[in-house]
């Protein structure tokens, strides 16, 4: 019997998810509710069972408490609303002289253009017989005035939703906080004996983590309320307080909620002012502060506490808000936090942690690669010059600059990488180093250009920095043994990793140069030998072997007070280690971080 195609079932399965969460929307938003809101106060639980109580009373202590919470601030509100009700017939007047005023403004352009546009009536419409006045109707009787019990009715049967509903999340809430343990021990059981390990992991991440993420939330909209409040008391504005609360809550919503009460603030403004003045500065004062808040506070508070990405935020909002309405935008964020954290234990999920996820999906060393490849320079020199700040050009190249390129072997050597692609890749190369390693007085009005581009990016960076330094990179009256020499056989290879070394060291304040072994022209005399003090070679592919121990027999020979030490770095997997190298060097260091301390230890 034949399978169906693993593209086509993939489709079904997701279509017919969507399909359970849109229709099973009643029964499903009352669970997650529920438990997420079970998992937001599971510290506090925890916490009052570490004072000595047991399960249930501290599941009994924590709901008593999150409800008499809830009480005193609905309460408070319902206070506030409705003295703002008994207020609003005062405000009437003023809100429909600005609603007029809005009008007119509106209207005027387009009365303008309507003149301007308008075509003269055929002279017959002059004389066209008046219009017979309609005959007087009668006055239309008023509607009766509703009683008391039928206003009663009508509210009650508006909230009676929301309310049966808040008694079954309450209801499945306590249920859920009581069998916490045994929920868990059954979803384990669910998943099977061979993994235990990763469902634990898995539910204690995405408990921690919305824990973490509604305690952190909760903090920053009480003080965003706060803050909301104290500005319109002192800008004068009638039931500041119910604004500043209206504000904090609505901030549980994304994006739409800020929206929602912004506008209500700068509405009830415009009501209460006879002129635009305080509305208007009231929607400065609040944007100021969602934007202070939003960009400066809650990047530092929750420290990426969410665990996704803004984008993610929004689609995420956008898709459950379309699937479970109201309901889905406020659960939006745990609810998607769930499924990223399911992402990193569960394969089939992992998808969804690459595109939501907060952290980076790529790591330094190939976004480098990849921005290499697309010759965004600009960006590598941003991102570079930001991680020179917390550390070392050595390190740049031990972590991103070098395993970048050592990805771009192996599709090289395959073609994957076209030749249009490679010179932009060796053109992004050699500008980037430049930019990031050149000193600040080598400005662009001190450096000279190197007219063609060399295939050996090495030699080509040598050339730069010669055009700068002079041949010999430098003076070469200085003292004896102070002169680091970084060379090599004159590969790509070696004469990158030369030159990329030499200006690691440089940047520490070492008198560090590169050249190829055995070629005269990098020879400055043998007179000069004695300026060396140590001799630095990259790890010798297995071909070139005995070119380089018949060049480093040559460097016993004219230098025999020279320290020879060898760099084989990590990366060079490819390259097998060879004992007789290894016996003809002083020493080996793994990095460019191990090179240039023992440089800078003077050993």
């Not at 309460?75 to 703002?84: I, K, R």
């Not at 944007?287 to 990047?299: D, I, N, S």
């Not at 972590?399 to 030749?419: F, N, R, T």
């Amino acid at each position: 019997m034949s399978t169906l195609p693993t593209r086509p079932l993939y489709i079904i399965s997701a279509t017919c998810l969507l399909a359970i969460l849109y229709f099973g929307r009643d029964v499903l938003q009352s669970l997650a509710l529920a438990a997420i809101l079970s998992a937001a106060v599971a510290p506090l639980t925890r916490r009052f069972a570490r004072l000595g109580l047991s399960r249930a009373p501290a599941t009994l202590v924590t709901v008593i408490l999150a409800a008499l919470v809830l009480a005193g601030l609905g309460a408070v509100m319902v206070g506030q609303f409705a003295s703002l009700t008994d207020d609003l017939p005062a405000y009437r007047k003023e809100l429909r002289a600005k609603t007029k005023q809005l009008q007119r403004l509106a209207e005027r352009p387009l009365a303008t253009l309507e003149a301007r546009l308008q075509v003269v009536d055929v002279p017959g419409a002059l004389y066209a017989a008046p219009a017979t006045a309609p005959a007087p109707a009668g006055v239309a009787a008023a509607p009766p005035r509703p009683s008391v019990q039928d206003s009663a009715g009508r509210l009650l049967s508006q909230i009676s939703g929301p309310l049966g509903k808040a008694g079954i999340v309450l209801v499945l809430f306590i249920f859920i906080s009581l069998e916490h343990e045994s929920l868990q021990d059954r979803l384990i059981r669910l998943a099977g004996d061979t993994a235990i390990s990763r469902t634990m992991q898995t539910l204690a991440d995405a408990a921690q983590g919305i824990s973490r993420f509604f305690f952190a939330q909760i903090i920053v909209n009480a003080a965003f309320g706060l803050a909301v409040a104290a500005t319109l008391w002192l800008l004068g504005l009638p039931h500041a307080f119910l604004w500043g609360m209206l504000s904090g809550v609505l901030r549980f919503v994304p994006y739409l909620g800020m929206l929602i009460a912004g506008s209500l603030i700068a509405l009830f403004a415009a009501a209460v002012d006879p002129g635009w003045t305080l509305a208007l500065t009231c929607m400065a004062l609040f944007l100021v502060m969602e934007v202070g808040v939003a960009y400066l506070v809650e990047p530092r508070v929750y420290g990426h506490s969410s665990g996704l990405s803004p984008l993610a935020v929004i689609v995420a909002a956008l898709v459950w808000g379309t699937l479970w309405g109201p309901v889905g935008l406020i659960l939006s964020t745990p609810l998607t936090l769930c499924l990223v954290v399911a992402g990193r234990h569960v394969e089939a999920l992992a998808p969804l942690t690459t595109l939501l996820g907060a952290a980076p999906s790529v790591g330094a060393a190939q976004r480098f690669y990849q921005r290499a490849l697309a010759g965004d320079i600009a960006a590598i020199v941003r991102d570079g010059q930001a991680r020179l700040k917390r550390g070392s050009l050595a390190a740049y190249c031990d972590k991103v600059l070098i395993p970048g390129m050592a990805m771009a072997v192996p599709e090289i050597e395959s073609g994957k990488v076209g030749d249009g692609q490679l010179d932009q890749l060796r053109k992004t190369i050699v500008e980037v180093t430049e930019e990031i390693s050149a000193p600040s007085a080598d400005g662009p009005c001190k450096r000279k250009r190197v007219p063609l581009m060399d295939k050996n990016i090495g030699s080509h960076l040598r050339k730069l920095r010669q055009a700068r330094t002079g041949q010999w990179q430098g003076s070469l009256d200085v003292p004896a043994r102070s002169v680091v020499l970084c060379a090599g056989l004159g590969s790509d290879r070696e004469d990158f990793l030369s030159e990329l070394l030499v200006r690691a060291l440089v940047e520490g304040g070492t008198d560090a140069r590169s050249g190829v072994l055995n070629r005269p022209e990098d020879n400055p005399g043998d007179d000069k030998a004695q300026l060396v003090s140590t001799v630095i070679l990259p790890y010798p592919e297995e071909a070139n072997v005995d070119a380089w121990l018949n060049a480093v027999a040559d460097l016993r020979t004219g230098m025999p007070h020279a320290c020879i030490v060898v760099l084989k770095l990590q990366l060079d997997g490819r390259i097998a280690r060879q004992p007789e190298v290894e016996k003809a060097a002083d020493l080996v260091v793994q990095s460019f971080e191990q090179a240039r301390a023992f440089v800078e230890s003077g050993a």
